[in-house]
Nanobody, 124 residues
Framework: QVQLVESGGGLVQAGGSLRLDCAAS????????RGWFRQAPGKERAFVAA????????SYADSVKGRFTISRDNAKNTVSLQMNSLKPEDTAVYYC?????????????????WGQGTQVTVSS
């Protein structure tokens, strides 16, 4: 009933850019924290970025800080991830998520709703 659907993934050369978007249906997530996580084959799902309900607070993994920007549009019920200066180590399936609290927003367990993921591949 509640769905999060990512889009915008694909193949890009190192140094290039991609913008991921996440559309939601079934409920409004304007009061929820939103996050992006990624998972490479054989590795744990890792935190990438998070944003609080109003967009006034943002958090980034050290590996992406300065290169990635998370944003949200509550009027459209969407969250986005702008990825610049991409590196081969950014290659992964990227997931968007929504959770009821900003506290612990870098922890996957906080999030109740998850999308199916979109593949991002960065070639060297």
């Amino acid at each position: 009933q509640v769905q999060l659907v990512e889009s915008g993934g694909g193949l890009v050369q190192a140094g290039g850019s991609l913008r991921l978007d996440c559309a939601a249906s079934g409920r409004t997530f304007s009061s929820y924290a939103r996050g992006w996580f990624r998972q490479a084959p054989g590795k744990e799902r890792a935190f990438v970025a998070a944003i609080n309900w109003s967009g006034s607070s943002r958090s980034y993994a050290d590996s992406v800080k300065g290169r990635f920007t998370i944003s949200r549009d509550n009027a459209k019920n969407t969250v986005s991830l702008q990825m610049n200066s991409l590196k081969p180590e950014d290659t992964a399936v990227y997931y968007c998520a929504a959770g009821p609290s900003w506290v612990g927003a870098n922890t996957p367990a906080l999030y109740k709703y998850w999308g199916q993921g979109t593949q991002v591949t960065v070639s060297s």
